[in-house]
Structures are given as structure tokens and as C-alpha cells.
């Protein structure tokens, strides 16, 4: 079965540092794989999302950026971290390939910048 | 006007009343509906996909009004355990490149 591991669970960032959040899909090969954030009591914000090895895509301009070196798995970083950036992430997989495949999310990382 | 709106919430219902939840989409090109449930400080969980047709899967039932582009979720008997927050899931394009999620409506139920 397919399954997604996403880590730290739990990090406590000063500004200005940098950031790290990684993500891995094991059981599937060639996922979409997706990185959304959920601010305190908000909806999630997509952030990227990738098709495949290289190939990302950003919805929302930011101090945020996104690769993915290997078909399973993605990072978040940052250089430079805003109070702003704090929130919950969350990494997700879907099916490649039509529209009627759910996403499945990791466990999410709570940052909180400070 | 947002792509996908739903009832702002909370609902507070008691243990076995039946509740329903409202989701509109602005999309008439939009492909494939979900709900999911999202319990506090967790990751959305896959509840439900919305069929055309309408389905089921034990106290839960959802319906799709694609002329009224309008989703809906019924819980009926509920539980403690149904307390969470309720998303409406849409999806516009393929490869799940254009799924927008609604802000959701939280769902307490009391004893």
C-alpha cells in the first residue's frame, strides 16, 4: 500500500533562518506531488506542485521554493524565513492522470517562526 | 465570489441528530467532488468521493447537483467521534492540478 511520510512534526524556526521540510511517497511510482499550507483557522493554500523529477510549479509568490530530486520525493525550503511563513504544511499525492483520484496528505509540519 | 464556498459553521448537534452540510462550486467545467474530514492539528483524511449519482457509505451520504453546481454531505446518527471540520473538495482540471478545497465547516457533536 502507498504510503507518505512527512517530517519534522513539529519545528520552532527563528526569522531569517533557513528552512528545510521533506517529504516522501513510498508504494507508487510517478505521483503528483503537491506542498499546501493551513494557516491558523484557514483553508489550505496551495503552494507547489510537481508532475515529476525537475518539474515544479508555484501558485502563490513567496519567500518559499520547492524541488524535487527523486520521483518520490519533494522539499520545501526557505532562505530566509518570515514571521509570515508560519502554519501548518502539508504534503499530498495523488494519482498521475485523470481526475477522480483523491489526495493523500502526510502527517504535516507545524511551524511556528519566531 | 469563491471557487468553492461552504457553510461558515460551527454546527452544534447532539448525538444522533442527522446533520447536513452545503458546499457550492463556481466551475461549471469542475470534474470530480470530494469531501474530506480534517480532525484538529491533523492532515485531511479521504472521507468520501461525490458521484453524479449520488452515494453512500454507511451514515454518510453525499450528492452532487451538477445543474446547481451544489455538493452536499448528510450525517445521520451522529457520533462524538464525527466532531471535525468538513471540506468540500473540488476539482477543476486534470492531474489534480486544479483542486481547490473550501475553507470547511466544523462539526461539534455533544452528549
Known amino acids: 500500500s502507498q504510503t507518505i511520510h512527512q517530517w519534522p512534526a513539529t519545528l520552532v524556526q527563528p526569522v531569517g533562518s533557513p528552512l528545510s521540510l521533506e517529504c516522501t511517497v513510498e508504494g507508487t511510482s510517478n505521483p503528483n506531488l503537491y506542498w499546501y499550507r493551513q494557516a491558523a483557522g484557514r483553508g489550505l493554500q496551495l503552494l507547489f506542485y510537481s508532475v515529476g523529477i525537475g518539474q515544479i510549479s508555484s501558485e502563490v509568490p513567496q519567500n518559499l521554493s520547492a524541488s524535487r530530486p527523486q520521483d518520490r520525493q519533494f522539499i520545501l525550503s526557505s532562505k530566509k524565513l518570515l514571521l509570515s511563513d508560519s502554519g501548518f504544511y502539508l504534503c499530498?499525492?495523488?494519482?498521475?492522470?485523470?481526475?477522480?483520484?483523491?489526495?493523500?496528505f502526510g502527517s504535516g509540519t507545524r511551524l511556528t517562526v519566531v | 465570489r469563491k471557487e468553492v464556498e461552504q457553510d461558515p459553521g460551527p454546527f452544534n448537534v447532539p448525538e444522533g441528530a442527522t446533520v447536513a452540510f452545503n458546499c457550492t462550486y463556481s466551475n461549471s467545467a469542475s470534474q470530480s467532488f470530494f469531501w474530506y474530514r480534517q480532525d484538529c492539528r491533523k492532515e485531511p483524511k479521504l472521507l468520501m468521493s461525490v458521484y453524479s449519482s449520488g452515494n453512500e457509505d454507511g451514515r454518510f451520504t453525499a450528492q452532487l447537483n451538477r445543474a446547481s453546481q451544489y455538493i452536499s454531505l448528510l450525517i445521520r446518527d451522529s457520533k462524538l467521534s464525527d466532531s471535525a471540520t468538513y471540506l468540500c473538495?473540488?476539482?477543476?482540471?486534470?492531474?489534480?492540478?486544479?483542486?481547490?478545497f473550501g475553507a470547511g465547516t466544523r462539526l461539534f457533536v455533544k452528549a
Open positions: 499530498a499525492w495523488s494519482q498521475r492522470g485523470g481526475t477522480n483520484y483523491g489526495y493523500t
Open positions: 473538495v473540488v476539482n477543476t482540471g486534470t492531474g489534480g492540478f486544479k483542486t481547490i
